[in-house]
C-alpha cells in the first residue's frame, strides 16, 4: 500500500491516511538551529573566500580596462586561486551538513498571512537558488581541477555568472534569517546542551579538513606527501607540470624559427641563437594553473624589458604575445605595462637548467610573476608593443 497505511485495533483495521512530516517530528541533534547556524557560518566563510578570490581569478585572467593585476608578490596568482580551489574542497561537505541540518525546515507550512508568506515565499526562492547555484558551483569546479569538461558551455564565464547569482542568493537568505542566526550563536536557543551536536560539528569541521589535506598538495608543495588525492604532484616533463602538450596544441617548430619583435614605426627578427646571445636572467618562479595547481621552477630567458630595449622597443607599454598555435583559446596573451617593466619577466629558454622541452613551450615561452598559468604563453613567435 502506498498511499494508505492500516493499523489494527480491537480485532478490527482501521485505514488512515499518512500525515505530511512535521518540522517537530525530526528530533536528531544534527537538526537544531544552533548546529545549524554554525554551520552556516563556517560555509559563508568558505563561500565569501571562493567568491573574492575567483572574482581575483576571473580578474587577472580577464582584466578590465581599469584593473591592474600586480607582478608582485611573486606568488600572489598561486596563493589566491590556491585559496579558492581549496576552499571550495572545504565547502563540499559543509553543504552537505547544513542541508542535512536544515531539510526538515522543508516541512514546514506556508503561513496564511499575507504579509509572513511573502517573507517566506523569499525565504524558499533564495534557498532554491542558493542550493542549485552552490551546487553547480562545486560540482563544474571538481570536474574543472580534473580538467574534464562534459560540458558544452565555456566553464570560466559560466562559472563567474552562477558565483554572483549563488551570492546574491545568500545574501538575502542571510538577510532573511539574521535574527534566528543571531539569537542561535549568541546562545539564546537550545540552551540545554544535547548529546551528538558537539559530535556533529566535529565530524562536519573534520571533514571538511581531511579533504582539504587530501587535496591541498596540489597548491601546497609541503603536503603533497600526505595529499593522496591532489590532481597534480608536481611531476612533468623537467620536474613541471603541463596542461596542454605540444602535440595536443599540434605544435611543429619550423626550422626557420624567429621571434619578430614589432612596435609602431619598427620591427625587429630574432633567432634562437640572437636570443641565447643576450644577456640572462635565472628567477625562482611559481607557474600556477586556475585549476588550483602550481609548481615552482628555476626559469632562465631574456628579461621582456632588457629584449625590447635591445632592439629599440618601447618597453613602457603593453605587449601583445603571440604563440605557434594559432587556434587556442590562449594563442595570444597581453603583457600588462607593469609586467613587462618588472625585470622577473622572462622570455624564457630554460627551465630548472635545461633547454625548454616542447611541451614547455620550445624554443621560448613567457614566464611572469604572479600570473595566470593560461596566459603563461607556450611556444611565442610574435611579441608586438602596442600603442
Not at 505530511?20 to 552556516?40: K, Q
Not at 579558492?84 to 496564511?112: D, E, Q, T
Not at 546542551?193 to 579538513?209: K, N
Not at 605540444?246 to 634562437?272: F, S
Request: proline share 9%; net charge positive; hydrophobic share 50%.
Amino acid at each position: 500500500m502506498t498511499r494508505r497505511s492500516q493499523v489494527r485495533r480491537a480485532g478490527r483495521f482501521v485505514v488512515r491516511r499518512p500525515r505530511a512530516p512535521r518540522p517537530e517530528d525530526f528530533t536528531g541533534p544534527a537538526h537544531s538551529a544552533p548546529v545549524a547556524a554554525r554551520l552556516g557560518l563556517w560555509l559563508g566563510v568558505a563561500f565569501g573566500l571562493c567568491f573574492v578570490t575567483g572574482l581575483l581569478s576571473h580578474a587577472a585572467a580577464q582584466p578590465p580596462v581599469w584593473f591592474g593585476w600586480p607582478s608582485r608578490p611573486v606568488h600572489l596568482y598561486r596563493i589566491t586561486q590556491g585559496v579558492h580551489v581549496l576552499a571550495g574542497i572545504a565547502a563540499i561537505p559543509l553543504l552537505l551538513a547544513k542541508l542535512w541540518s536544515v531539510y526538515p525546515r522543508l516541512f514546514v507550512r506556508p503561513p496564511r498571512r499575507p504579509g509572513r508568506l511573502a517573507g517566506h515565499l523569499l525565504e524558499r526562492l533564495s534557498i532554491l537558488v542558493l542550493v542549485c547555484a552552490a551546487f553547480f558551483e562545486l560540482v563544474t569546479g571538481v570536474f574543472n581541477v580534473a580538467q574534464s569538461y562534459p560540458w558544452r558551455f565555456f566553464f570560466p564565464a559560466a562559472h563567474y555568472a552562477v558565483a554572483w547569482l549563488a551570492v546574491g542568493a545568500l545574501l538575502v537568505h542571510v538577510g532573511v534569517k539574521l535574527p534566528v542566526t543571531r539569537a542561535a550563536l549568541a546562545g539564546r536557543l537550545d540552551r540545554e546542551p544535547v548529546p551528538g551536536r558537539r559530535a556533529f560539528l566535529r565530524t562536519a569541521a573534520g571533514t571538511a579538513t581531511v579533504a582539504v589535506l587530501a587535496t591541498a598538495g596540489s597548491t601546497v608543495p609541503w603536503l603533497r606527501r600526505v595529499s593522496a588525492l591532489a590532481w597534480s604532484s608536481g611531476t612533468g616533463p623537467q620536474g613541471v607540470p603541463v596542461n596542454r602538450t605540444a602535440t595536443a596544441a599540434g605544435i611543429v617548430v619550423p626550422a626557420d624559427w624567429h621571434l619578430e619583435v614589432v612596435w609602431p614605426g619598427g620591427r625587429h627578427r630574432l633567432d634562437l641563437a640572437d636570443l641565447t646571445a643576450l644577456p640572462q636572467r635565472t628567477g625562482r618562479l611559481p607557474i600556477a594553473c586556475v585549476e588550483g595547481w602550481s609548481a615552482v621552477a628555476d626559469w632562465t630567458g631574456v628579461p621582456v624589458a632588457d629584449l625590447l630595449a635591445a632592439v629599440g622597443a618601447p618597453t613602457g607599454r603593453p605587449v601583445r604575445v603571440s604563440s605557434l598555435e594559432s587556434a587556442g583559446l590562449y594563442a595570444t596573451s597581453t603583457l600588462p605595462a607593469a609586467h613587462v617593466g618588472d625585470p622577473l619577466t622572462l622570455l624564457a629558454l630554460r627551465v630548472n637548467g635545461e633547454v625548454l622541452a616542447p611541451d614547455h613551450g620550445y624554443p621560448c615561452r613567457i614566464i611572469a610573476p604572479s600570473r595566470p598559468g593560461v596566459l603563461q604563453t607556450k611556444w611565442v613567435s610574435r611579441l608586438e608593443v602596442l600603442g
